[in-house]
């Protein structure tokens, strides 16, 4: 049996790796050939050479089924994981605030005293010490201050997907009031949808609304003067989410900037409590307090309550910009 040099051109991928090894591991040794002249390797590669193809289809064999279940694993794993990625991706993706909670818009009244005078227009960030509701159904986002049109704008995102509603009771609920339900039983809480066993539905499919309002700490209520609102609602049957975005302002809010923290001249006495330089106490410095609250429209069922301003709350110098003509709607 002789070695043709033109064998290479047919044989499989598996003989070339072979091969490759083999040149590599030996010092090849080139003879020309008798009659043609030209190079081949000597007997004693070819042998080595064969000896490795003639037990190639054995080892095949050997490996056969599992070889292949190994490989058919592996890439089913590969898929499955770009899947779950590609659906975290989605996910978030989907999940995004729309720009306009972010957006300072206030109403036109206030624009209007902007545009007479950009300069001296004083505008702040307003950051509540507490601005969601603890499962994060309601979220306040973005809160800023107009003094100078003496305007407070709130953004804000409801998740729907995340409120419940009882058919039964046509109640309205945030996950963490229900959260507190779990702790009564019906004696002690007669109308505890969770201690009756109501049937929960969420509240994105029933086409309910909120209500929102702004009252200080003497009570009186404060007037809605803009209200922009997005939607995006998204329902795959495996994955439904509604988000409503909303910036929405109030007027006739005066505060005593002064009094604010930023500006309070406060030191640390021996107790280790804060006071000011007048020696009045964290309550008198915190002043008259400004509440914001979500409704249940229909029942008028309070699902969220936080002070969006005292003197304690954190002010930061901003400047405003005229938004988007789209979001003047
Ligand atoms: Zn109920």
Not at 224 to 252: C, P, Q, S
Request: with cysteine; glycine share 4%; net charge negative.
């Amino acid at each position: 049996m002789r070695f043709s040099p033109h064998i290479c051109s047919n044989i499989r991928f598996a003989y070339l790796q072979q091969y490759a090894k083999i040149m590599l591991r030996n010092q090849c040794n080139y003879v020309k050939h008798p009659a043609t002249g030209e190079p081949e390797k000597d007997m004693q590669m070819k042998n080595e050479l064969f000896e490795e193809e003639d037990s190639l289809p054995e080892e095949n064999k050997k490996r056969g089924f599992a070889f292949y279940l190994k490989k058919v694993f592996k890439y089913l794993f590969i898929t499955m994981m770009v899947m779950a990625w590609a659906a975290v991706l989605l996910v978030i993706f989907l999940r995004r605030d729309h720009a306009i909670v972010k957006t300072p818009v206030l109403s036109a009244q206030a624009r209007s005293v902007y545009e007479q005078d950009p300069e001296h227009f004083e505008f702040y960030r307003v950051y509540p010490a507490v601005f969601r509701s603890e499962e994060g159904a309601c979220q306040l986002k973005n809160c800023v201050y107009a003094a100078t049109a003496g305007e407070y704008e709130i953004g804000l995102r409801i998740a729907w997907t995340q409120l419940r509603y009882c058919e039964q009771c046509g109640r309205l609920y945030t996950p963490d009031q229900l959260e507190s339900q779990k702790k009564y039983d019906e004696e002690d809480d007669p109308h505890s949808c969770i201690a009756l066993g109501h049937e929960l539905v969420r509240a994105s499919e029933t086409g309910r609304t909120l209500s929102y309002k702004v009252f200080d700490s003497k009570g009186r209520e404060y007037e809605t003067t803009n209200l922009v609102t997005r939607t995006k609602d998204i329902n795959l049957g495996f994955f439904a989410i509604k988000y409503e975005f909303i910036r929405l302002a109030f007027g006739g809010l005066y505060f005593d900037l002064d009094a604010n923290i930023i500006n309070r001249e406060s030191s640390v006495d021996l107790t280790g409590e804060m006071t000011s330089e007048d020696g009045a106490s964290d309550e008198e410095d915190r002043g008259m307090r400004w509440y914001f609250v979500i409704y249940d429209a229909e029942t008028d069922d309070r699902l969220f309550e936080t002070c969006i301003y005292d003197n304690d709350t954190v002010l930061e110098d901003e400047a405003y910009e005229l938004p988007d003509s789209d979001y003047l709607s």
